[in-house]
C-alpha cells in the first residue's frame, strides 16, 4: 500500500480559523445570556425568602409585592419598580395555600437589530 504524504497533512488554515470562530461566536452568546441567568437566579432567591417570612399567608398583595422589592433591592435588582410590578407578580390564593408568581421577558440584543427573547416564570407556593 502507497501512501501519499500529501494526502495526510493535518488541519489546514482555514479550517483552524473556523473552528476558532465558532468558538468565539459560542463564548460571545453565553458571556450575553449568563447575566440575565444570573438575575433570574437572584428573582427566585427573593421569592425563596418571601416563603421563608412570618405570615405571609395573612398579607394582602401590595404588601407581598412591598416585600418581593425590598428582597431584589437587597441584591441590587433593579428590573421591576412599584409601578410595574403589579403586571409581573401574581398572588393567588386557594384552600390555605398562596401561590407567588413571577413572569416577566428580557431582550438582550445580540447584533443591530437583533435581539435574544428570553421568558421567565418562577412561582413558589406559601401554606
Do not use: C
Not at 15 to 29: K, R, S
Amino acid at each position: 500500500m502507497n501512501i501519499n504524504k500529501h494526502q495526510q497533512r493535518g488541519m489546514s488554515g482555514t479550517t483552524l480559523m473556523f473552528i476558532i470562530f465558532i468558538l468565539i461566536f459560542v463564548l460571545w452568546i453565553f458571556f450575553k445570556l449568563f447575566p440575565i441567568y444570573m438575575e433570574n437566579m437572584k428573582v427566585e432567591d427573593a421569592l425563596e425568602k418571601i416563603k421563608e417570612e412570618q405570615n405571609v399567608a395573612q398579607k394582602m398583595a401590595p404588601e407581598i409585592r412591598q416585600l418581593f422589592l425590598a428582597h431584589l433591592s437587597e441584591k441590587d435588582v433593579e428590573l421591576f419598580d412599584n409601578k410595574n410590578v403589579k403586571q409581573h407578580l401574581t398572588v393567588r390564593r386557594n384552600e390555605g395555600v398562596v401561590e407567588i408568581t413571577v413572569k416577566y421577558e428580557r431582550r438582550e440584543p445580540l447584533m443591530g437589530n437583533v435581539f435574544f427573547l428570553v421568558e421567565f416564570e418562577n412561582s413558589v407556593e406559601v401554606p
